[in-house]
């Protein structure tokens, strides 16, 4: 009897272990289709604009056989220099990317006064010639225990996708607000919005509204950066969420916490901005 017994707590031992092994065979089959989609996309995102850089060299090699049109050096060498930026952000996107999936993506948090921050982002954009942006910036000083620079990352994304996804005179505002013991930004456009059945997919990696929908179809984007965006919030035990109305503009919103903990400052990390 005590043979059977241990025969049977064998068995069940033997039967927790094979499906031990089977789920984590399943899980890394899911992994590493999942690095194989990966790969597949990012070879696909970096081979448009290397062919583009490509055929712009060929071009400007092909000005060099007759007379050189200075002009035409220029304007090349500008069309150039822009997608070679646009592939910068796209790489450094996607090493965010993986850096997240991987969780080694590291904050260097520091104490900031939001407002000082925002209000750096909105005299960096608005010097870039965007005339249309308005601030309602209640508050004159809101501590939070932030990476300064990823927080910087958020809005600028968020920013550019407002004007990017709007007509050209279409007004953009940003709100900075203090409720209880949350920071909230909200990003408010004026654009072509998102229909309610995309506002969820918006925030996976490399979703764009499809074209059909008349959406994101002319402007250029990998579909990563509100992926990052709501990255960074979360990592910051913050959340980033849309309102939107297709048609008639969008309402991203952005919460922090505000910092509460007084041994913060004693890290030798403080620093208020
Ligand atoms: P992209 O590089 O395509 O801009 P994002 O991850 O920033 O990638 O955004 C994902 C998609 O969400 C965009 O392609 C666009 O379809 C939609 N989207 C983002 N922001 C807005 C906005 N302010 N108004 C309308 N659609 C937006």
Known sequence: RQVMEQHIELSQHARSLEWLVQKRTSELANANEAKDKFLRIVSHELKTPLSGLKDMAQFLRNQLDHEVDTQVLRQGFEDMEHVISRTEILVRDLLDTSMMESNMFVLHRKRVNLVSLCQRVLNEYTAGGIARLAS???????????????????????????????????????????????????????GMGIP???????????????????????????????????????????????QSVQGNGSTFTCVLPVSIDPDFADEGSYHLE
Not at 171 to 181: C, D, E, K, V
Not at 214 to 226: F, I, Y
Request: with cysteine.
């Open 196 to 242: 309610e059945e995309e506002q969820k997919r918006i925030f996976e990696q490399f979703y764009r509204v499809p074209i059909g929908s008349k959406q994101s179809g002319e402007q250029q984007g990998s579909g990563l950066g509100l992926y990052i965006a709501r990255k960074i919030m979360e990592r910051h035990s913050g959340r980033l969420d849309v």
């Open 136 to 190: 309602e910036i209640v508050a004159e000083s809101i501590e939070v225990d932030v990476d300064s620079d990823r927080i910087c990352q958020v809005l600028v994304n968020l920013l550019s996708n407002a004007h990017k996804y709007s007509g050209p005179d279409a007004p953009i505002t940003i709100r900075l607000q203090q409720s209880g013991y949350e920071a909230m930004m909200m990003l408010e456009d004026q």
